[in-house]
């Protein structure tokens, strides 16, 4: 949590992608996507992971044009 904090203030943000078949910590990756100002992702099949990334990546790209 601390090197999600750090990399948030060097204007780096954090999305989580969390893979619920498993062991996935789901809070956890909640309050690092929340520290590090990006988005979480709960994923149940992980055939929907190419489609997440590059709709995490339009989003990213979006935000990356129009933050303040």
Do not use: N, W
Not at 61 to 67: L, Q, V
Request: with cysteine; net charge neutral.
């Amino acid at each position: 949590l601390k090197e999600a904090a750090i990399s948030c203030r060097h204007g780096i943000t954090i999305s989580c992608i969390c893979l619920l078949q498993g062991s996935s910590d789901v809070e956890m990756m909640r309050h690092i996507s929340r520290i590090g100002h990006g988005r979480l992702y709960l994923v149940e099949d992980s055939r929907s992971l190419p489609q997440v990334m590059l709709q995490e990546r339009e989003i990213a790209k979006f935000s990356e044009h129009y933050s303040v």
